[in-house]
């Protein structure tokens, strides 16, 4: 499929278009934005004909780089349906979003999906929708790195790293599992330092987990507070839907998001003993400004084969 054939193109391309635009407007209902005021949505489809919906959450009284964004958010949102699913390898043939990509998107796109086709329109405009390549259009001689020729440094599961590791008191061994899994799945192959972090609630249950999605120049990397924000938001809002047209009940959604951060008390974070990117201190800021919540850490003894 190659929707910038649309001249040329099946009606049904061109439907799929329109379509996974309509979702992305859809999803930007749901943006939280105190700061600029601009929201921003986007859909993603991926190779199997599953949508996952973002957008951009901004963080009052944080730094601004912490900002999510829309595209970081749906890619969020598709590794983790994708990781649910057991599928090995997350292919996005497509993403639209409402506003035009910010180089930090493109960055992240390219990294990942690097023949991506990105849908922009307005919201049931009279035009059809505009499809470019993030290669050819809008990311000529990007910055890439083969991500297949550096396989992930952390060829490790999870039971190995649970004899080393130094857990908070009142910990619940599901949380800890939970944790450690999310950790060796952290995408930390550029700098090696793996960071993820486990919601949990009164009762000490897991609520979401997220692990680092980094970028080969590091900024922007997404933070691992983040991935597990977008992982609450996927459980209570479904972002991961099969097939379009996707129908969104933005206030039901809001209102489900909302009920879940509620119940999130504590935030633990797992990162390596002596890390050299270290998210502890940013972790028990978001987590604070966010939730109210504590913040504990999980210090893994980091292993010989590790990273050099
Ligand atoms: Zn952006």
Redesign the pocket.
């Known amino acids: 499929m190659d929707l910038r054939m649309l001249g040329m193109a099946t009606d049904s391309d061109a439907a799929t278009a329109r379509q996974l635009l309509e979702a992305a407007w859809q999803a930007r209902e749901l943006a939280r934005a105190p700061v600029s005021g601009f929201r921003v949505g986007a859909a993603a489809l991926d190779a199997q004909g599953d949508v996952h919906l973002g957008y951009n959450v901004e963080f009052a009284g944080a730094p601004l780089g912490e900002t999510l ?1 829309a ?1 970081h958010a749906a890619v969020a949102v598709a590794r983790r349906y994708a990781a649910a699913q057991k599928r090995g390898d997350l292919k996005i043939d497509v993403i639209a979003v409402t506003a035009t ?2 180089g ?2 493109r960055q992240m796109l390219a990294e990942r999906f690097p023949h991506i086709q990105i849908v922009l329109g307005d919201r049931g405009g009279a035009a059809e929708p505009t499809v470019l390549s993030l290669k050819e259009d809008l990311l000529p001689r990007a910055v890439t790195f083969d991500l297949l020729a550096n396989p992930s440094k952390l060829a490790l599961c999870a039971k190995d790293l649970e004899a080393s590791v130094s857990a908070p008191k009142n910990l619940g061994a599901t949380v800890l599992t939970e944790a450690l899994s999310s950790f060796v799945s952290a995408d930390a192959r550029f700098s090696g330092w793996p960071r993820a972090c486990v919601f949990v609630s009164d009762a000490g249950q897991s609520l979401a987990t997220g692990s680092c999605m980094e970028s080969v120049a590091f900024n922007p990397s997404q933070g691992c507070f983040q991935t597990a924000l977008m992982a609450l938001a996927s459980e209570a809002q479904h972002l991961s839907r099969h097939g379009l047209p996707i129908t969104l009940d933005a206030p039901s959604a809001l209102q489900a998001l909302a009920s879940s951060m509620e119940k999130v008390r504590k935030v633990v974070l797992v990162q390596y003993q002596g890390a050299l990117v270290d998210d502890q201190v940013i972790v028990e800021h978001l987590s604070s400004k966010v939730f109210s919540a504590t913040t504990s850490t999980l210090w893994v003894a980091k292993p010989e084969t590790g990273n050099e």
Request: glycine share 0%; proline share 17%; net charge negative.
């Open positions: 964004h595209e990509p910010c930090h998107c």
